[in-house]
T-cell receptor, first 115, second 112 residues
């Protein structure tokens, strides 16, 4: 199993450009999450999904959109990138059985720089 | 979700035990205590969790105070690979859709 994978690993954008980050998991997990991590800080939840076709806002959703069209994929979109969105983005997944004690599996991260 | 307090950093020598403390004085009766760690340039990884009783797994042990207001993650023999940021996180039983609230954690340095 590959676990949780993220594409791309690195990206540099100019202010105002758009892009989509892809997260894929092969563990048949119901729950998927997008977090961001700024330097020296813990992770903050952007959006999450409790199943195919559903999404919900997390702690810092502004400036981002998400979609969960397939169970195994969770997409994070930036419609008009801003320098404040420079961060490392982590995707995670979990299933109902292990959710009760919140074991999440994380991807390797995408390092995004917005100039 | 209840808040946790951890030291910013700790140092350890290789092959010695490490005790990482966490205070959570406002923990509720249904909050689980979770520990995750984040190795440099990687995503966080689950370490251990517990509710009331002490727990052991292949990675670490979790000692929970009787009043549950504090806990300690124990690495029995630190290795260089254990150098990471360790996060102590509380979350309700199946609540908050599984959202984890990360603080700044404790940065553990391991000296050879």
């Amino acid at each position: 199993n590959a676990g949780v994978t993220q594409t791309p690993k690195f990206r540099v954008l100019k202010t105002g450009q758009s892009m989509t980050l892809l997260c894929a998991q092969d563990m048949n997990h119901e729950y998927m999450y997008w977090y961001r991590q700024d330097p020296g800080m813990g992770l903050r939840l952007i959006h999450y999904s409790v199943g195919e076709g559903t999404t919900a806002k997390g702690e810092v959703p502004d400036g981002y959109n998400v979609s969960r069209l397939k169970k195994q994929n969770f997409l994070l979109g930036l419609e008009s990138a801003a320098p404040s969105q420079t961060s490392v983005y982590f995707c995670a997944s979990s299933n109902l059985a292990i959710l009760l004690y919140n074991e999440q599996f994380f991807g390797p991260g995408t390092r995004l720089t917005v100039l | 979700d209840a808040k946790t307090t951890q030291p910013n950093s700790m140092e350890s020598n290789e092959e010695e035990p490490v005790h990482l403390p966490c205070n959570h004085s406002t923990i509720s009766g249904t909050d689980y205590i979770h520990w995750y760690r984040q190795l440099p340039s990687q995503g966080p990884e689950y370490v251990i969790h517990g509710l009331t009783s002490n727990v052991n797994n292949r990675m670490a042990s979790l000692a929970i105070a009787e009043d549950r207001k504090s806990s300690t993650l124990i690495l029995h023999r630190a290795t260089l690979r254990d150098a990471a940021v360790y996060y102590c996180i509380l979350s309700g039983y199946g609540g908050s859709q599984g959202n984890l609230i990360f603080g700044k954690g404790t940065k553990l340095s391991v000296k050879p």
